[in-house]
C-alpha cells in the first residue's frame, strides 16, 4: 500500500526565516515518483517539482530547495527566507507505476508573518 | 498552453439533486483525474480517465461517476446530494501513461455547497 504522510499539520515562522516541511512516503514499488503541490488560499494545487525514484539529487530552485533521501523515505521541501507570499498549504504526493493515482499527505498549512 | 479549466466555479444545491461537474484539460493531455477536498478528509481520489475509460477509481459509493469524450474533456456527475458532498472538486490533467510524464496539473477546482 501507498501511505504519505506530513507530520507537521501547521508551521508559523517570520518572514526571513529558513522552513522545512517534512513528508514522509511508504511504498514497495521500486519505480514511484514524488511531488510537491502548493495551495495557495485561492484553491488551486500549483505544481512545485517532481521527483522520480532513480535521481536522489537534491535539487534547489531559488528559494526552495527539496531533500530526497531514499533511505529515511523521505522527500523534505525547505523555503529560504521565508515571504509572506509562500503563505500556503503545501502538499506532498505519490504515485507509483502501478496506475496514475496520486496519493496525497494531509498538507502542511505555512503562515508567515510579516 | 491554457491550464487545467473546471467549470462552474461555484455552486450551491440541495439535498438530493443532482449536479455536473465539467474539466478541460491541458491541450494535449490524454489523462484526466478527479479528485474531492474536504477539511476533515483531505484530498481524496475520486478516479482517473484516459482514452475516455476509466482507469482507477477511488472508494466513493456510486452516486459518484465520470465520464471523458473523446477530445479528452471530462465531466463528472454526484447523483442525490447529501450534505456530505460540500467539497472543493478538483481535476488534473497529465499526458497520460507511456508519455513518460504523470506530473498532474490541477484545475482552480468548483466549490459545491449542498444545503
Known amino acids: 500500500a501507498q501511505k504519505v504522510t506530513q507530520a507537521q499539520t501547521e508551521i508559523s515562522v517570520v518572514e526571513k526565516e529558513d522552513v522545512t516541511l517534512d513528508c514522509v512516503y511508504e511504498t514497495r514499488d521500486t519505480t514511484y515518483y514524488l511531488f510537491w503541490y502548493k495551495q495557495p488560499p485561492s484553491g488551486e494545487l500549483v505544481f512545485l517539482i517532481r521527483?522520480?525514484?532513480?535521481?536522489?539529487q537534491n535539487e534547489i530552485s531559488g528559494r526552495y530547495s527539496w531533500n530526497f533521501q531514499k533511505s529515511t523515505s523521505s522527500f523534505n521541501f525547505t523555503i529560504t527566507a521565508s515571504q509572506v507570499v509562500d503563505s500556503a498549504v503545501y502538499f506532498c504526493a505519490l504515485s507509483t507505476n502501478t496506475g496514475n493515482q496520486f496519493y496525497f499527505g494531509t498538507g502542511t498549512s505555512l503562515t508567515v508573518i510579516p | 498552453k491554457a491550464g487545467v479549466t473546471q467549470t462552474p466555479r461555484y455552486l450551491i444545491k440541495t439535498r438530493g439533486q443532482q449536479v455536473t461537474l465539467s474539466c478541460s484539460p491541458i491541450?494535449?493531455?490524454?489523462?484526466v483525474s478527479w479528485y474531492q477536498q474536504t477539511p476533515g478528509q483531505g484530498l481524496q481520489f475520486l478516479f482517473e480517465?484516459?482514452?475516455?475509460?476509466?482507469?482507477n477509481k477511488g472508494n466513493f459509493p456510486g452516486r459518484f461517476s465520470g465520464r471523458q469524450f473523446s477530445n479528452s474533456r471530462s465531466e463528472m456527475n454526484v447523483s442525490t446530494l447529501e450534505l456530505g458532498d460540500s467539497a472543493l472538486y478538483l481535476c488534473a490533467s497529465s499526458l497520460g501513461p507511456g508519455a513518460g510524464e504523470e506530473t498532474q496539473y490541477f484545475g482552480p477546482g468548483t466549490r459545491l455547497l449542498v444545503l
Open positions: 480517465y484516459f482514452s475516455e475509460t476509466q482507469r
Open positions: 491541450s494535449g493531455h490524454r489523462s
Open positions: 521527483r522520480n525514484s532513480f535521481d536522489e
